[in-house]
């Protein structure tokens, strides 16, 4: 079955970097692209990124444009999120999400997430 | 960016009856890629409908959804007691990709 499993959350200060993770599996990885999708405390959902089947076409929510790199390893079946100059605003659980396709497709399995806090 | 508002924020009915949640587009939503999305506590989405109007995988008929262009809506024919959760709709044709702020479906 698809399983996605993000890590890498944590604390960090403002200002600082991370990189989250997300290790697929139970299905051919390099044919779908994927999201990163965030929800902060008690609040919504707020789609991030997207990366298509090959890693070579790229988008990004106007919030984090300019910071936040999305990437892919398909030999891995890792995807990444660069995650850099980072605000207390990016406090919020990350999510990883599978494509219904290979390029933008509505998000159709998701990770249990992981918890980026920013704070001093 | 195209901005999804649903409606209403919150929808307080009982098991058994009907529900009817909105999501209306700024814009014209491309080629109908609208989604939705239930999501209970401490738990990541599930995908319900997308294309407007398809249901995913494994869901349930009592689920359906129905729109176009700006305007679209998910009906719950009759609410069991597991469909009690927060609601969202995505548009995915346009990027940005937006969601809408979240309907809360709650028991009466």
């Known amino acids: 079955q698809v399983q996605l499993v993000e890590s890498g959350g944590g604390v960090v200060q403002p200002g600082r970097s991370l990189r989250l993770s997300c290790a697929a599996s139970?299905?051919?990885?390099?044919?779908?692209?994927l999201h990163w999708v965030r929800q902060a405390p008690g609040k919504g959902l707020e789609w991030v990124a997207l990366?298509?089947?090959?890693?070579?076409?790229?988008n990004y929510a106007d919030s984090v444009r300019g910071r936040f790199t999305i990437s892919r390893d398909n030999s891995e079946n890792t995807l990444y999120l660069q995650m850099n100059s980072l605000r207390a605003e990016d406090t919020a659980v990350y999510y990883c999400?599978?494509?219904?396709?290979?390029?933008?497709?509505?998000?159709?399995?998701w990770g249990q997430g992981t918890l980026v806090t920013v704070s001093s | 960016e195209i901005v999804l508002t649903q409606s209403p924020g919150t929808l307080s009915l009982s098991p058994g009856e009907r529900a009817t949640l909105s999501c209306r587009a700024s814009?014209?939503?491309?080629?109908?890629?609208l989604a939705w999305y239930q999501q209970k506590p401490g738990q990541a989405p599930r995908l319900l409908i997308y294309?407007?109007?398809t249901r995913a995988t494994g869901i349930a008929d009592r689920f359906s959804g129905s729109g176009s262009g700006t305007d679209f809506t998910l009906i719950i024919s009759r609410l069991e007691p597991e469909d009690f959760a927060v609601y969202y709709c995505?548009?995915?044709?346009?990027?940005?990709?937006?969601f809408g702020q979240g309907t809360k479906l709650e028991i009466k």
């Open positions: 999400a599978r494509s219904r396709s290979y390029d933008y497709g509505a998000p159709d399995f």
């Open positions: 139970g299905f051919t990885f390099s044919d779908y692209g």
């Open positions: 990366i298509w089947y090959d890693g070579e076409h790229k």
């Open positions: 814009q014209r939503v491309s080629s109908g890629y």
């Open positions: 294309g407007a109007s």
């Open positions: 995505q548009q995915y044709g346009s990027s940005p990709q937006t």
